[in-house]
């Protein structure tokens, strides 16, 4: 299958700093990328829909001022947590959806600990 | 909003035993998907079903779409460890794909 990475795997930070995820799918071109966020042991929850060159669709109750959104090319989407909290920790996942076939490809996550 | 159910939420078997979780949508999907996630792992894709009544198989595990397309259904026959883990159906509806709540199973040898 496609495969998409994520890059870091982990990262702890300090509550107020900003972080950065990157998304990428490297054999074949995304023109959506979802973005995940997974508490231990619940489900995955959608936050945003990232559709190359445009705005992302944000989930009703995800804030869009802090979780920034960008995919910049077919190949590349990042997610940047802004002040991060306590709160957001959290395992972040994102996915490329080619569109052709209707199948979504998992990265394989982002550990985000924010002391 | 867009709601995806599964039940159960646990389920412990003996090996050899058959397994099924039931997902629930509280709208009509344009498809499912099917995914499995070991622990510390990401969602592995397993199968998608698009239209109503669809049945698919993958060796000891069976898919099922219901005829309204709210409901799907995993059936595994004769569980092995090596079917430890969560099962998340996935409920598509223009593009955007809802997770459901999961069933964790694990499987006593």
């Known amino acids: 299958g496609a495969v998409v990475s994520q890059h870091p795997s982990r990262v702890i930070c300090k509550s107020g700093t900003s972080v950065k995820i990157e998304c990428r799918s490297l054999?074949?071109?995304?023109?959506?990328m979802f973005w995940y966020r997974q508490f231990p042991k619940q489900s995955l929850m959608l936050m945003a829909t990232?559709?190359?060159?445009?705005?992302?669709?944000?989930e009703q109750g995800v804030e869009k001022d802090k979780f920034l959104i960008n995919h910049a090319s077919l190949t590349l989407s990042t997610l940047t947590v802004t002040s991060a909290h306590p709160e957001d920790s959290s395992f972040y996942i994102c996915?490329?959806?080619?569109?052709?076939?209707?199948?979504?490809?998992f990265g394989p996550g982002t550990r985000l600990t924010v002391l | 909003g867009q709601q995806v159910m599964q039940i159960p939420q646990y389920q412990h078997v003996q090996e050899g035993e058959d397994f099924t979780t039931y997902c629930n949508s509280s709208?009509?999907?344009?498809?499912i998907q099917w995914y499995k996630q070991r622990p510390g792992g990401h969602p592995v894709f397993l199968i998608q079903?698009?239209?109503?009544?669809e049945v698919k198989k993958q060796k000891r595990l069976t898919f099922q779409f219901g005829e309204a397309k709210k409901n799907s259904s995993l059936h595994i026959t004769a569980t092995q460890t090596t079917d430890v883990g969560t099962y998340f159906c996935?409920?598509?509806?223009?593009?955007?794909?809802?997770f459901g709540t999961g069933t964790s199973l694990t499987v006593i040898p």
């Open positions: 709208t009509t999907l344009s498809n």
């Open positions: 054999d074949f071109q995304a023109t959506t």
């Open positions: 990232s559709n190359e060159g445009s705005k992302a669709t944000y």
């Open positions: 996935a409920g598509g509806a223009s593009n955007q794909f809802y």
């Open positions: 079903l698009v239209k109503s009544g």
């Open positions: 996915s490329g959806f080619p569109g052709a076939t209707d199948t979504q490809y």
